[in-house]
């Protein structure tokens, strides 16, 4: 059966069958089996990735005469997670620093839901770096799950459950869901806020997804697919009292735009510390095409950096074959959501991040994992595994990696 269809026939009521969700077991409580099968993968994945952490510090050490590794820890911490650390340390504006400081690190373009979480399991014990990875660890695990119960509700009685969370767990930039970044803790959010609206339960969805917004300005673009999918839904639930729950998320955006109005005067300035750090400045589309092309094959940057530009022309190409087999489709929820992450990405200077972004588009992962031919997995598994390695060392021994 196509995805759509399992979109259109799959009820709420039916997570209660036989491959339901959650299951009394005398092992582990409420897990079912299923759940169990999921989290293995993800904790056979987290070794893999320490394994090739410890490998790193060893064979690629900052200085090649070393006789001692780095401590292993500190190949996690790169980029991004400096910029949230500081603000879990200091706030946004310390000392009364900010834009209009000489040498400014624009750490409000970061929205303030992951600096938050860490400061709170920071003040329990232990140090910044393993706070971070806490947090990202808990997390993963509930987007595994998360993503294992969505595709039983399109697949039930199948395997693609586990092959979804396989080809996620492996995907090229699976290393930014195990490092101190925002991407585990916002999928943790935003995934169960969409089953909670699957299942019709669209103030858990509003709850979810406002928090979800407060970690990632993304979670605007999962309140409005909710919203879709609420509308989709309405001969069903026939609910339009929960309309309130759906608008919630806005909250977020505007509590975080009052608190940088209040210090900056100006209520956008995340957006334009992402403008001024990460040249993120809107454009039309072609102009970032051409852009990105010429950095990827006009040999005006470093063989590292033209590579990373390739890498996002084909995550823009895959995100948009994606969008258009959702539309083939009729998944108007999936879809809506998909584009509007490749308007927000496809329309700044140059493309930047995408396939990182990737980790983020949930229907990719099902739609992947629907096409349960044995040697689809199998191709996929042989040809991104080693991308997959190749990113995780090219970003812990300190390289751009997205």
């Given at each position: 059966?196509?995805?759509?269809?399992?979109?259109?026939?799959?009820?709420?009521?039916?997570?209660?069958?036989?491959?339901?969700?959650?299951?009394?077991?005398?092992?582990?409580?409420?897990?079912?089996?299923?759940?169990?099968?999921?989290?293995?993968?993800?904790?056979?994945?987290?070794?893999?990735?320490?394994?090739?952490?410890?490998?790193?510090?060893?064979?690629?050490?900052?200085?090649?005469r070393a006789r001692q590794p780095a401590d292993v820890?500190?190949?996690?911490?790169?980029?991004?997670?400096?910029?949230?650390?500081?603000?879990?340390?200091?706030?946004?504006?310390?000392?009364?620093?900010?834009?209009?400081?000489?040498?400014?690190?624009?750490?409000?373009?970061?929205?303030?839901?992951?600096?938050?979480?860490?400061?709170?399991?920071?003040?329990?014990?232990?140090?910044?770096?393993?706070?971070?990875?806490?947090?990202?660890?808990?997390?993963?695990?509930?987007?595994?799950?998360?993503?294992?119960?969505?595709?039983?509700?399109?697949?039930?009685?199948?395997?693609?459950?586990?092959?979804?969370?396989?080809?996620?767990?492996?995907?090229?930039?699976?290393?930014?869901?195990?490092?101190?970044?925002?991407?585990?803790?916002?999928?943790?959010?935003?995934?169960?806020?969409w089953l909670a609206a699957r299942r019709h339960r669209?103030?858990?969805?509003?709850?979810?997804?406002?928090?979800?917004?407060?970690?990632?300005?993304?979670?605007?673009?999962?309140?409005?697919?909710?919203?879709?999918?609420?509308?989709?839904?309405?001969?069903?639930?026939?609910?339009?009292?929960?309309?309130?729950?759906?608008?919630?998320?806005?909250?977020?955006?505007?509590?975080?735009?009052?608190?940088?109005?209040?210090?900056?005067?100006?209520?956008?300035?995340?957006?334009?510390?992402?403008?001024?750090?990460?040249?993120?400045?809107?454009?039309?589309?072609?102009?970032?095409?051409?852009?990105?092309?010429?950095?990827?094959?006009?040999?005006?940057?470093?063989?590292?950096?033209?590579?990373?530009?390739?890498?996002?022309?084909?995550?823009?190409?895959?995100?948009l074959a994606l969008l258009v087999f959702l539309l083939?489709?009729?998944?108007?929820?999936?879809?809506?959501?998909?584009?509007?992450?490749?308007?927000?990405?496809?329309?700044?200077?140059?493309?930047?991040?995408?396939?990182?972004?990737?980790?983020?588009?949930?229907?990719?992962?099902?739609?992947?994992?629907?096409?349960?031919?044995?040697?689809?997995?199998?191709?996929?598994?042989?040809?991104?595994?080693?991308?997959?390695?190749?990113?995780?060392?090219?970003?812990?021994?300190?390289?751009?990696?997205?």
């Amino acid at each position: 059966m196509t995805l759509h269809a399992r979109l259109e026939t799959s009820r709420p009521k039916r997570l209660a069958t036989p491959g339901k969700l959650l299951i009394r077991t005398k092992e582990l409580g409420w897990l079912a089996a299923a759940d169990r099968t999921v989290l293995s993968l993800y904790l056979l994945t987290r070794v893999a990735i320490w394994l090739t952490a410890y490998a790193a510090v060893w064979v690629f050490p900052a200085d090649g005469r070393a006789r001692q590794p780095a401590d292993v820890r500190t190949a996690f911490a790169r980029w991004d997670w400096n910029h949230l650390v500081s603000i879990a340390r200091e706030g946004y504006f310390p000392g009364d620093t900010g834009p209009w400081s000489e040498g400014w690190d624009n750490r409000e373009a970061f929205f303030p839901g992951f600096p938050l979480v860490l400061r709170a399991v920071h003040s329990a014990g232990g140090d910044w770096i393993w706070a971070g990875l806490l947090i990202s660890f808990v997390s993963g695990a509930i987007v595994v799950l998360a993503l294992a119960r969505i595709a039983r509700l399109h697949w039930p009685g199948t395997d693609v459950d586990r092959t979804a969370v396989l080809f996620f767990l492996t995907s090229p930039c699976s290393i930014f869901l195990a490092v101190g970044y925002t991407e585990a803790l916002f999928l943790a959010l935003a995934l169960p806020a969409w089953l909670a609206a699957r299942r019709h339960r669209w103030a858990l969805a509003g709850i979810l997804c406002t928090l979800a917004t407060t970690v990632r300005i993304t979670g605007l673009f999962v309140a409005v697919a909710i919203a879709v999918q609420f509308l989709v839904d309405i001969g069903v639930h026939r609910n339009w009292r929960a309309v309130s729950w759906l608008v919630a998320p806005v909250s977020a955006a505007l509590g975080y735009g009052i608190y940088l109005f209040e210090k900056t005067s100006d209520p956008q300035a995340w957006r334009h510390a992402q403008e001024r750090g990460w040249d993120r400045n809107a454009t039309n589309p072609w102009h970032s095409l051409t852009t990105t092309w010429e950095a990827a094959f006009g040999h005006t940057y470093s063989t590292a950096y033209a590579v990373e530009f390739r890498a996002e022309l084909v995550a823009i190409g895959i995100g948009l074959a994606l969008l258009v087999f959702l539309l083939f489709r009729r998944c108007w929820a999936e879809a809506t959501y998909i584009a509007l992450n490749l308007a927000a990405l496809g329309a700044s200077y140059w493309y930047l991040s995408i396939p990182r972004a990737t980790l983020l588009w949930w229907p990719l992962w099902l739609c992947l994992a629907g096409l349960r031919h044995p040697f689809v997995r199998t191709m996929y598994l042989c040809v991104i595994a080693p991308l997959s390695t190749i990113v995780a060392l090219v970003f812990l021994t300190g390289r751009w990696a997205g």
